[in-house]
């Protein structure tokens, strides 16, 4: 007699979207809790750290979870030379990140960061004449708009509202979204024929561990400074290397292992509340009027409706 078969249960998927947003509200507060690091801690051997512990999880992950022998990573870094061409990238992102971090308010930085999915649109159009994707330039005016509104306390004195260092940073900060952006059109344009999330993790980590390094090195960094930083920019700088680098990497890698990662990507919008919120408690950087609060509005439903809209077009992304 044949036994009949129970159905197999659904996996719910909400675990996996809870996950995502736990990623995102990590990510989103790296800015902050960087500022605040870098208060106390030279900021190049704070990266160096981070990358430090960055490349150590990638080879827990490529040995643990790809199952990837060491022989077969150093063929996978060595065939890969597209990796290194990526890594470029990475380092020029990261290292002009921490220095618009230290120019100018954390939040700020955060929010030029939204304007990353209009940055890749528009360089395939510039660049590799790919049409730009449906509503680009109608999103990138609201969130312009937007933007616009949050950086601007007082429109009576806008002019005057912005310090030098808050313009270099700001530039900076775009730099470092165009150069996120090149990232994500390379990786889009590029063959990784044996290239898992944990090698790359590796092969990156390493390229900005050196990189961090030598910087700390050639601008003669005081390390000392950790021995004596206060309570709280080590709680920051603990928060930056472990919480955000190793613990908002193995969430995001979990949550895109269990739902479709246009989901995930779609929620992007939730870093800039994540920053709004600890810059808030931790930095004292608040949004003041009113017409700033819409800004952020503004921004946050525009790039979630945007790149909703783009990812059931084209289907699952990378974020």
């Not at 908002?248 to 990507?265: K, Y």
């Not at 939730?270 to 949004?287: D, Q």
Request: aromatic share 12%; charged share 10%; no cysteine.
């Amino acid at each position: 007699m044949s036994h009949s078969q129970k159905p197999a249960r659904a996996v719910s998927i909400w675990p996996y979207v809870w996950l995502g947003v736990l990623g995102h509200a990590i990510w989103g507060g790296y800015p902050v809790m960087a500022k605040r690091a870098i208060a106390d801690v030279p900021k190049f051997s704070l990266l160096f750290l981070a990358s430090t512990a960055a490349t150590l999880m990638g080879l827990w992950l490529v040995r643990h979870h790809d199952r990837m022998s060491w022989r077969a990573m150093w063929r996978g870094m060595r065939y890969e030379p597209m990796m290194w061409g990526l890594a470029f990238f990475v380092v020029a992102r990261s290292v002009s990140n921490i220095m618009a971090i230290s120019l100018t308010q954390a939040v700020w930085v955060q929010l030029i960061y939204m304007l990353t999915p209009f940055l890749v649109a528009l360089l395939g159009l510039l660049l590799f004449r790919d049409p730009a994707p449906p509503y680009t330039f109608r999103a990138l005016f609201f969130s312009s708009v937007g933007a616009v509104l949050m950086l601007v306390e007082d429109w009576s004195q806008v002019l005057t509202a912005f310090t030098p260092r808050d313009l270099a940073g700001l530039a900076v900060a775009f730099f470092s979204a165009l150069a996120l952006a090149m990232y994500f059109q390379m990786v889009r344009r590029s063959q990784l024929r044996e290239a898992t999330r944990g090698l790359i993790m590796v092969q990156q980590g390493v390229a900005m561990a050196a990189t961090f390094l030598a910087l700390s090195l050639f601008n003669g960094e005081d390390w000392s400074r950790w021995a004596t930083a206060s309570t709280g920019g080590l709680w920051a700088a603990l928060a930056a290397i472990f919480v955000v680098q190793v613990g908002g990497n193995l969430v995001q890698i979990t949550a895109l292992g269990g739902v479709n990662p246009a989901l995930i990507t779609s929620m992007m919008a939730l870093r800039l509340i994540s920053a709004l919120v600890l810059g808030g408690l931790i930095l004292g950087e608040h949004l003041t009027q009113p017409t700033q609060w819409l800004g952020a509005v503004i921004v946050t439903i525009t790039v979630t409706i945007y790149l909703w809209l783009q990812n059931m077009r084209h289907g699952p992304r990378e974020p």
